[in-house]
């Protein structure tokens, strides 16, 4: 008989933006992945989607930058993993046709770095931020 997957994971998605079309379930997919690739078997975990102005609002509130950004997260617990995290829609939108990927496919990598973050990864080097986009390419893609 195999053994059963242990994991307890409670993943909210919140939408606080003007857009509609929200692939809550790739998302949270996505989220469930990079959990399950670092070995984490309980989590509670938030995302919420704002426009632009709301996540430039939180990203000078808290970080002291004036500017949007396209996720930041809040670590709330470490045992058992509790955060939430942010993600601008409207920076996801701009950065899918940059990168010429689906705006679900940006969403769903921005989800898996924030979740990242939340797990201790940092991004704050060049060798850092090419470790988190290579976890992120294998979560989403797996």
Known sequence: MSEKNKENYGIMIMNDSNHTRIPKAKITQAITRTLQGESITVADICVIL??????????????????????????????????????????AIEQARDYNVSVAQELMRL?????????GYDDSTDEERARMSELETLYIES
């Open 50 to 91: 704002l426009n632009d102005k709301k996540i430039h609002e939180m990203n000078r509130k808290f970080l002291q930058h004036d500017y949007p950004t396209d996720v930041i997260t809040f670590p709330l617990e470490d045992n058992p993993l509790e955060g939430e995290i942010y993600i601008s829609i409207d920076t």
């Open 111 to 119: 989800a898996a770095h924030g979740t990242l973050h939340l797990i």
